[in-house]
């Protein structure tokens, strides 16, 4: 039975002795305090069962501390009134000292829990337009996405990730057309893309100008898509070359191709460097566009949708008192809804998942909820079991200190990889002098990646934020560095006690500052799970940052290595461990690498 357990057992057995009110255990509320001072549980009970009793809180408070106080057993140290009809527990030194040992006897479980135990849960995220270098604001999908998954899987769940490859569309045309038009070494050249299958030489590469191969194609694109909107000429080209690759014509197939393997080419590199090209399954829209009208057709037949006068077929949304949408135009073309019912299917048939995930922009609410209707009322799954996932976006301060959003097309975008080698030159600045060569260059980028992502993560999951690099970067306060070098310098200290088996001894006269470390740490599972109820990574973190203040307190007023006998300094040495395990669980959860010196 867990502490939480047993003191809730308490509480409802003086319910029944003073009160003669029958409540289960799990049924009495309690609570970790806000303030550490109060105690280490906390309970409302009084105030919540006033009205019914027809008397005082604070009195019924009374009454419930005097019968607890009367047997407290091997598990209270004190139970106190407070303010209007709060009871305050604090637990005895031995209980948090046991929990100490129940974080060495689980380790990397510490803090899991099992609230999905048995389910198959598959996440869809970072499924970026493959027409531009990866930015800021599809890291921001990248890290939510992940941190999402992970909080799932510490709730017993069996995780899938995927994503989705938008590899269709006016916008891949335009990237086609850029690259066709701007690519070329000689503006002589022919801009015809029968010319250039058999003359590719005559084209650009993005090792021949010595670009990264999606920062090439992003710099095509917008030059393709400020040719498109400018020129009605050249919109006619391309959406002729759109027929022509729905047609399958080679030679547009063989550009596509290979302007989309460039894409991906530097896909992979940015997104491999946060270690975040983490997929179970990657689907390509062009092997299933077309399949998602024939779920439509069906639909249709079966009534479960209608046909308006130009013989568009639009759902019927009532029953989720959601506004209908179009499902496939009336000239027969697809939308994005339609593919997206046919993947739904496709993930459904794959991964045969209890719920799915899609971790998303908040501007696509609307449609995700219309398409998780649709798919329900074509028998893919329960609305219920369909879960939007979004975030806020990521905006920066200009030149002018003004906040704007960021855009690939208007030249404002943050990209990743420029952001790490920024952010490792800054890091580099206080990194241990005595570390050299290489491993003082991977420690930088461990740093730095791991200060970006925190930042991301730390603001509540749907919060816009403003991106600032000198706040994310500092190692003072609520920053990645600041918690990184916290698990480090514990990293330190057990290195050079050189032990390789951890105990602690019951009868340990706890200071205050231990006692605090330790019930900090005793409260990660609870946690854990408030964020997973909620997904929110962003709990998780202010826990991580509050647990680095409390350790570095503990390390500032603590002998540890020097202390005054053998038993006192395994004891410490116990808590160090206790709070290295505790904080690389967490930093798991963020998806971000701690490290073993800084």
């Known amino acids: 039975m867990t502490t939480k357990l047993e003191i809730q057992k308490l509480l409802a057995e003086a319910l029944q002795k003073c009160f003669a009110v029958s409540k289960q255990p799990d049924q009495v509320h309690l609570e970790r305090p806000a303030d550490y001072s109060h105690g280490d549980w906390a309970s409302n009970i009084p105030m919540v069962l006033a009205k019914e009793l027809k008397q005082n809180p604070k009195q019924i408070a009374e009454k419930l501390v005097a019968e607890i106080s009367a047997d407290k057993g091997a598990l209270l140290q004190s139970v106190e009134v407070a303010g209007p009809g709060f009871i305050n527990f604090r637990v005895l030194d031995s209980v948090l000292v046991g929990e100490l040992e129940e974080i060495a006897r689980l380790k990397e479980k510490f803090g899991h829990q099992q609230i999905n135990s048995g389910k198959v849960i598959l996440v869809e995220h970072t499924s970026p337009n493959p027409n531009k270098e990866f930015h800021l604001g599809h890291l921001k999908n990248n890290v939510t996405g992940l941190a999402v998954s992970y909080l799932l899987e510490a709730s017993g769940a069996k995780i899938f990730r995927d994503c989705i490859n938008n590899n269709r569309g006016i916008a891949i045309v335009k990237l086609m057309w850029g690259y066709l038009r701007f690519g070329r070494k000689d503006e002589k050249v022919v801009t015809d893309v029968h010319y250039w299958f058999e003359h590719q030489q005559e084209w650009h590469t993005p090792g021949s100008i010595g670009l990264k191969p999606d920062r090439f194609m992003d710099k095509m694109y917008t030059s393709g898509a400020h040719d498109f909107k400018n020129s009605p000429e050249v919109e006619g080209i391309l959406r002729q070359m759109l027929l022509d690759w729905e047609a399958e014509e080679p030679h547009v197939w063989a550009l596509w191709k290979l302007t989309q393997d460039w894409v991906w080419e530097g896909y992979e ?79 459904r048939e794959t991964f045969h998942p209890d719920q799915m995930f899609w971790v998303i922009g908040p501007e696509q609410s609307l449609a995700m909820k219309q398409m998780f209707a649709v798919c329900s009322l074509l028998g893919f799954g329960r609305y219920e079991d369909f879960h939007h996932i979004s975030y806020g976006f990521v905006s920066i301060r200009n030149a002018e200190g003004k906040v704007s959003k960021m855009s690939s097309r208007d030249g404002t975008a943050i990209y990743v990889d420029d952001l790490i080698d920024l952010a490792k030159e800054k890091v580099l600045n206080y990194i241990d002098e005595s570390i050299l060569g290489e491993e003082r260059d991977q420690i930088a980028e461990q740093v730095a990646i791991g200060a970006i992502k925190y930042s991301l993560l730390k603001v509540s999951r749907t919060t816009d934020q403003v991106f600032d690099i000198d706040t994310t970067l500092s190692l003072e306060g609520d920053s990645g560095p600041y918690i990184l070098y916290s698990y480090a310098r514990a990293q330190a200290i057990l290195k050079k006690s050189n032990l390789q088996e951890y105990s602690v001894d019951t009868d340990w006269e706890i200071s205050e500052i231990e006692r605090e470390l330790m019930h900090k740490l005793s409260t990660f599972p609870e946690v854990v799970s408030l964020a997973i109820e909620i997904y929110a990574p962003n709990i998780v973190a202010g826990y991580v940052y509050e647990l680095a203040q409390i350790f570095n307190n503990f390390y500032t007023h603590t002998i540890i290595l020097k202390a005054e006998s053998e038993k006192l300094k395994l004891n410490r040495l116990m808590l160090v461990k206790g709070f290295q395990q505790v904080m690389h669980n967490a930093l798991g959860i963020l998806g971000i690498e701690p490290l073993d010196k800084m």
């Open 269 to 347: 590199r940015s997104i491999g460097r946060v270690d975040g090209f983490k997929f179970d399954r990657i689907w390509n829209e062009h092997e299933i566009y077309k399949k998602g009208k024939e779920h439509v057709l069906a639909g249709l037949e079966k009534g479960v949708f209608k046909k308006t006068e130009d013989g568009a077929i639009v759902s019927d949304l009532k029953e989720f008192n959601l506004s209908d949408t179009i499902l496939v135009r009336g000239d027969g073309t697809s939308l994005y809804i339609t593919q997206d019912i046919e993947l739904t299917n496709l993930k």
